[in-house]
Structure formats: C-alpha cells, structure tokens
C-alpha cells in the first residue's frame, strides 16, 4: 500500500434511493464547467498522509463523515466489461469496434453523448443495449475493496454508492460481490449525480465522494463533497489530475490515512455555484 495517497496540487434516469436495487450520473455540462475548483482545499498542506496514521478499526472517529463512492471503475474493476458493453453496442450497429486505450481517451458522460460521439445513431437504445451487456457479465471488484469498507463502517462512517450506471447492472454487481451490506445509501440510474449528492449532504458534517473521471469531480465539487479521484478506472491518471481533485488515489484502502487528514467540515464551494 502506498502510505501517501497523493494532494493534487494547482499545478442515466430516475433513482431509487436506499432500495439495494441500486450507476454514473448526468448533470448540466455546462454548469459543471463554469465551476472553478476549491483553491483553498487544493493549498491545504495538510492533505499528505503518511505512515504515522494508521487504520484504527475500532476507534469511532469517522461519525461525522459521508463516503460516497461512484461505482463503475471506482469500486468495480470493469474497464475491461465496459469495453466489451461498448463493443456489443457498435457491433450490433456495424460500427468499429474500440480498443481499451481509445475507449479510456473517449469516455464521457452522459452516456448517451459518449454513444452520440461513437456515431450511433439510436444513443437510448444504445445505453439499454450498454447497462444489458453490463449487468450480464461479472466484474471483480478494486483489490482491498470489501476491507476498506469494513474499516471505514468499523469508525463510523456513513457509506454509499451513487452512480449513473444502471440499477440492474450496479445491483447485480452488489449482489454477485457480497457489498450489498456495507451499503446505507444506493443510488443507481442517476440522471444528475450532481443533484443526487446534494441530497444527501446534510447527512454529515463532513462529506467525501470517490470516482475515477473528470466528471465525478467536478459533481463532488458542485455538491460541496471533497472530491478524491482514483487511477485505474475509466480515465487516465492525467485526464483525473487536469479535474484537480483534493487528493488522488491510486488504492481503495488508501481512502483511509487520507480521511484523517482531510479538512473536517464542508468544501468551498466552487466559484461560479450557487451555495
């Protein structure tokens, strides 16, 4: 394990809510982009920690605090199914196919823009089609995945996953894991993830959001989360990195050291959003 989860520095539809009927979410582009990232909480020096702050599993000393994860690419270790959903997709449509590299350079949300963007033609068909392929085939889930969780519950954290994916390929996934449990909030089939954290963020006084895009952190932003971008999923490190995310993670149970060093309390919102 890599003891120093890493500080950045400056330099889709309906959603039932805590139903373990659980996806990646969908808010306005375009507002997302007009919001500038929390300079403050990218300055804290704080954000390095080190090998002198250990998992503690029986201290209760994350009561106050919210981790929200993104799902696919984030807990699930699917980039290969994606591409194979991808695929399945363009090949039904006599499209060519994509390879992993061309697919992590292409990805985007909302899903039926990234389809839009591969010249299909029917995109809502399309994402039906994509969720199908996904939720008939496993996934292994990021290695340390079932501890970390246990561990952050063990301190008192409130634990949930919001994703934009759909709620069939997200709960067969929680099913076929054995994650299900370590769950309080599921929310799947986000339309606008944006808007899905927000309503949870009174829950605690301090609330975190896990994804592996550009795109989960400019939403854990807008809802005032602190953002925690993670290397392996759907995007490059670098594409993460440009979204400047509070911290950059490359191992789930690196998530741990990094919550005991992260300011307590809310983020700052980003210029340009409404509180």
């Known amino acids: 394990m890599n003891p120093n989860p890493r500080p950045v520095p400056h ?13 990646r979410a969908t808010p306005d ?50 980039v290969e199914r994606a591409v194979r959903a991808t695929n399945a997709v363009l090949t039904a449509r006599g499209l060519p196919e994509l390879t992993a590299e061309a697919f992590r350079a292409r990805w985007k949300l ?5 389809l839009t963007g591969l010249d299909v033609a029917d995109p809502a068909a399309g994402e039906q089609h994509w969720n199908r ?10 290695g340390n995945a079932a501890a970390t969780l246990d561990t952050l519950r063990s301190r008192g954290a409130l634990l949930g ?5 759909g709620s069939d390929a997200v709960g067969a996934d929680l099913r076929r894991t054995g994650l299900a449990d370590r769950f309080d909030i599921v929310l799947a089939g986000c339309a606008a993830k944006t808007a899905a954290l927000s309503g949870h963020r ?16 400019h ?45 307590r309390g809310l983020a700052a919102a980003p210029e340009g959003t409404r509180a």
């Open 110 to 114: 909302p899903m039926r823009a990234f």
């Open 161 to 165: 996953v919001i994703s934009a994916a």
């Open 133 to 142: 392929a996904m939720a008939s085939e496993p996934a292994p889930v990021r």
């Open 219 to 263: 939403c854990a932003r807008a809802a005032r989360y602190h953002a925690v971008g993670i290397t392996g999923g759907y995007r490059e490190p670098g594409d993460l990195r440009s979204s400047r995310p509070d911290a950059l993670i490359d191992r789930l149970d690196e998530l741990v050291p990094l919550l005991a060093v992260l300011p």
């Open 29 to 78: 582009q375009a507002a997302l982009d007009q919001a500038a990232p929390d300079q403050a909480a990218l300055d804290q020096a704080t954000l390095r920690p080190t090998a002198s702050c250990p998992a503690a599993p029986n201290r209760a000393d994350l009561g106050s605090t919210l981790v929200l994860f993104d799902w696919n690419g984030t807990i699930a270790d699917d």
């Open 202 to 217: 009174h829950l605690r006084d301090r609330a975190v959001y896990v994804g592996d895009t550009e795109y989960d952190i």
């Open 11 to 23: 330099d889709p539809e309906g959603a039932a809510e805590r139903s373990r009927a659980p996806g």
